[in-house]
């Protein structure tokens, strides 16, 4: 019999066929939460300060208040990589408000509940789609607005995401794009976006309602290292479809090129040059031992 991977809830690992938690927790009830997805890459955890650090502000903004440290934080997402003997692993962190009653009310939670799941490193988007690129459509879903359920905070209500990506598979493409409420390009349901033109790299700002991504923020500096003039500037449907290339980051995503837009062609319709090196050197960074935290 497979051995079940061990999942960590409020300071003990269960096997995944008997971690659970209460219907009557209020991130299932209601979204009321904050998530991060983590990655680890041969003994590394890519940048497990930084993903600490925006768990913990995700936290203050809906205030909620997470009951470990931020270093008893990553010793437990650490021991969970050690229990389940993972080295490459995706990494969920999730902390709900906790146990309450059917109503609203966040005092009735006295307890927030914790879990951290590692299981091997999942693949959103294959080998395929790193090589060929990938296929888009922009959303009727607007992304929620920075006054709103914005998306800078990484909450557990994710609807605003699934909306859009149930459109992107009933138009048969691999990702939906979102626009705020302006109409200016924001984010895809789970990653930043970037365009190229003429050398020069853009990215929307996160007054869009863009998270402000790990890997976004890391990539923006290794474009700027390789010689690339890199700025955060609204960027309009037109600007979208004429870029030379698009591409996306995130945890999961890492660096893939999008190319195809609304049945636009992006660029020649393959992964360009300057989105092809980031790639590359992308893959470099995250095993450096500089870039994160070893597990051992």
């Not at 705020?180 to 970037?194: L, R």
């Not at 609204?234 to 837009?261: R, S, W």
């Not at 992964?271 to 095993?287: A, D």
């Amino acid at each position: 019999m497979e051995k079940e991977f061990l999942i960590y809830i409020d300071g003990e690992f269960y096997p995944k066929s008997e971690a659970k938690v209460s219907v009557y927790d209020h991130g299932l009830l209601y979204g009321d939460g904050v998530f991060e997805g983590i990655r680890a890459y041969s003994g590394i955890v890519f940048k497990l300060k930084e993903h600490i650090d925006r768990l913990y502000r995700s936290a203050h903004t809906i205030m909620l208040r997470i009951p470990l440290t931020k270093d008893k934080m990553t010793r437990a997402v650490l021991d969970t990589l050690k229990k389940n003997s993972l080295k490459n692993a995706y990494i969920r962190l999730v902390v709900t408000r906790g146990i309450g009653d059917l109503g609203l009310d966040p005092r009735k939670c006295p307890k927030p509940t914790v879990i951290i799941i590692a299981e091997p490193i999942i693949q959103i988007y294959g080998a395929e789609a790193k090589e060929k690129g990938m296929t888009a459509i922009i959303s009727w879903v607007k992304r929620d607005s920075v006054d709103a359920t914005t998306h800078e905070t990484k909450s557990l209500n994710y609807l605003n995401s699934i909306l859009a990506k149930i459109e992107a598979n009933a138009a048969g493409v691999d990702e939906a794009i979102y626009l705020d409420k302006q109409g200016f390009v924001c984010e895809g349901t789970a990653e930043n976006i970037f365009t190229v033109r003429d050398g020069k790299i853009a990215t929307p700002p996160v007054s869009t309602g863009a998270l402000a991504g790990i890997t976004r923020q890391r990539v923006m500096k290794l474009a700027e290292d390789l010689g690339h003039t890199v700025v955060e500037s609204n960027i309009t449907p037109n600007e979208l479809f004429n870029a030379d290339e698009v591409f996306f980051t995130g945890t999961a995503a890492e660096v893939v090129a999008v190319t195809e837009v609304n049945r636009r062609i992006i660029g020649d319709g393959k992964p360009g040059p300057v989105t092809r090196r980031l790639m590359k050197e992308f893959y470099k960074i995250v095993k450096d031992p500089r870039e994160g935290t070893s597990i051992n």
